[in-house]
């Protein structure tokens, strides 16, 4: 079974910089776009950021020009520049392919001084 890990989170200060980093255990097949959503705490999950196979992308109004997407083969990346209290949630890693979704466990990101 195909698990997503991700890596990266933790905790910094505000104005300070993460990078995500989402891999797959096995190649998946005919995938069609990969992202990445937060939840904070009492809030619904959000899209964050994607990227499609073709390579467009798609931010969230909240992140735009602060975070950038970026995929390789089945690796995908968030960097995160800029950060603010509000960007505190869990992250996850998401993988859409023609036959099937793939969620990664979440990773913590908090932003605080």
């Known amino acids: 079974q195909v698990q997503l890990v991700e890596s990266g989170g933790g905790l910094v200060q505000p104005g300070g910089s993460l990078r995500l980093s989402c891999a797959a255990s096995e190649t998946i097949f005919s995938i069609t776009t990969m992202g990445w959503y937060r939840q904070a705490p009492g809030k619904q999950r959000e899209l964050v950021a994607a990227?499609?196979?073709?390579?467009n992308t798609n931010y969230a109004d909240s992140v735009k020009g602060r975070f950038t997407i970026s995929r390789v083969k089945n690796t995908v990346a968030l960097q995160m520049n800029s950060l603010k209290p509000e960007d505190t949630a869990v992250y996850y890693c998401?993988?859409?392919?023609?036959?099937?979704?793939?969620w990664g466990q979440g990773t913590q990101v908090t932003v605080s001084s």
């Open positions: 998401n993988i859409q392919a023609l036959i099937a979704a793939y």
């Open positions: 990227i499609t196979s073709g390579g």
